[in-house]
């Protein structure tokens, strides 16, 4: 079994509220560098000569955060959640992963990655599990590669049972931070006829057509595009859903309006309940209202709609 270090660099000041947030993303320990107070230690026994040379060299400055992520993590998706606590709770931090092989990197996770119900109406089951007998779901089928959207993480099931209670037979979707194409390809089998994905990572964008395609899914249906709603999206959509994080929601909510069609529903989400008036400021001032809200282990998820009038 191949486990991932993450070391998470940060000034010291900040060591345990690092140490706090990065304890979220693992039931197991942590281990903390902290050479702050090292040249206090070291004139305290400096005259039995016992302070090695290297660790007088080592950085006082910064402590280093040191997490293990077991083979069941998709490290993308916890990568992703400890830059946006950081991010938050304004944390300088720099995050390495150890240099382990990419493939291993990868692929260990998937061995523990398994079918998932979620919602009423939905199976997420990915490529390489036989998929399990189920009463009236829709199965979804999914690899997710190195991109986000396996239906593991809270925010994504989240927007996943929002748009179980948004959609409607035949209406189109614009997916906004498409990652594995996960929510686009639920709008589809939950009864949108038309699903446009967008994402800043042609890696991403590659990944969700691949899966767009195991699930029968191709364009005019599904089309995933490389790039930003400005120079990539045209027209207008009965549906938007952006999990991304808290700073580009709020950025999208003054232009996301031209491309949600009249009555439309924008949901939200990959934001953290520490930004929530933030976001709700933004909304405001950008005439949306809230029309539904859920939350899960601290992630929040809302359906917007523009005020009338
Ligand atoms: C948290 S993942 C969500 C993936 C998937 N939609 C899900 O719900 O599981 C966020 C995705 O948004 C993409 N992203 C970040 N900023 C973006 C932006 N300004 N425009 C489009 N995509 C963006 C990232 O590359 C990433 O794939």
């Not at 997490?67 to 938050?88: G, K, M």
């Not at 859903?241 to 309006?257: C, F, G, P, T």
Request: proline content about 5%; aromatic content about 6%; overall charge negative.
């Amino acid at each position: 079994m191949e486990w991932t270090e993450v070391t998470i660099t940060v000034p010291t000041r900040y060591t345990d509220a690092a140490a706090d947030i990065a304890q979220m993303t693992v039931p197991y320990g942590l281990y903390l560098e902290d050479y702050s107070d090292l040249e206090e230690g070291a004139r305290e026994i400096a005259h039995i000569d016992l302070i090695d040379e290297d660790l007088l060299r080592k950085d006082r400055t910064h402590s280093i955060v040191h997490i293990y992520l077991s083979p069941e993590a998709n490290p993308t998706e916890a990568l992703s959640f400890l830059t946006e606590r950081y991010t938050a709770e304004k944390i300088p931090h720099t995050l390495n992963t150890a240099a382990i092989r990419e493939e291993d990197w990868a692929n260990n996770w998937k061995q523990y990655f398994k079918p998932l119900t979620v919602g009423e109406r939905l199976l997420i089951c990915p490529l390489w599990e036989d998929v399990p007998h189920t009463k009236g779901r829709k199965v979804l089928r999914i690899d997710p590669g190195a991109a986000f959207g396996t239906g593991g993480h809270n925010t994504t099931r989240l927007c996943l049972a929002m748009l179980e209670r948004v959609i409607a037979p035949g209406c189109e979707l614009l997916d906004v931070g498409c990652g594995s194409g996960i929510l686009s390809i639920a709008g589809l089998l939950l009864g949108a006829s038309r699903a446009v994905g967008v994402d800043i990572d042609p890696l991403a964008v590659k990944t969700a057509a691949e899966n767009g395609r195991l699930n029968g899914m191709e364009p005019p249906a599904f089309t995933a595009l490389a790039g930003d709603l400005v120079t990539q999206v045209q027209g207008t959509f009965a549906v938007v859903v952006s999990n991304i994080v808290a700073d580009a929601i709020i950025s999208l909510s003054s232009s996301i309006d031209r491309h949600l069609a009249h009555g439309g529903v924008w949901i939200t989400s990959g934001i953290i309940d520490t930004r929530e008036p933030d976001v709700l400021a933004a909304f405001e001032e950008n005439g949306f209202a809230v029309v539904d809200r859920m939350e899960d282990g601290g992630w929040l998820c809302f359906a917007c709609k523009r005020k009338e009038g």
